[in-house]
């Protein structure tokens, strides 16, 4: 569509992945959160204390909740590598990695919980992928801004359609 100067197109495509990504994630967030507590994590993770098995769980809930919440930030590194502008995610990347790496160091100098690290090293990519998509429809492509009333059911179907093939081919 941008090739074509079309910027409605591309915000229609762009609007609808963005909400279909949304809805994956509140999908799976509910899945998670049921399916979660009925884990028996004592064998799944071969555990043998009782507060290592329910800090176990609050970990892995903590990771799910997060990984499902950035779900639908990872629109911008696609949306910059459809533009051929792989240099923007890199210093993204960048900047996360540092940001994971400093965490890590104090974490590991302050002696900081397992919680400590899962929550602040999951944290930090969300956070990176949220500045990231504020800065592609603020400042670089707002034109591409997400919003609802720019979807389309023919737009819809059609990411669907393909989505559903490479997720069967893949």
Known sequence: ADGLNDQKSAREAVSSAFFILTAWAVI???VGTILIPEID??????LSDPETVRQ??????IFFILFVVRLPFSIANK??????ENYLNS??????????LIVAIFGVFT????LFFVVTLTSIPLFMSFLNNAYLFARHRPWLRPGIACCTKKTLLELLRTGSFFFVTG
Do not use: D
């Open 41 to 46: 994590w004592l064998n799944f993770f071969h």
């Open 28 to 30: 799976l967030g509910l």
């Open 91 to 100: 210093i993204w990347m960048a900047a996360e990695k540092l940001g994971m």
């Open 56 to 61: 176990a769980q609050s970990v892995v809930f």
């Open 111 to 114: 002696k900081q919980s397992l």
């Open 79 to 84: 949306i910059q590598m459809a533009y051929q």
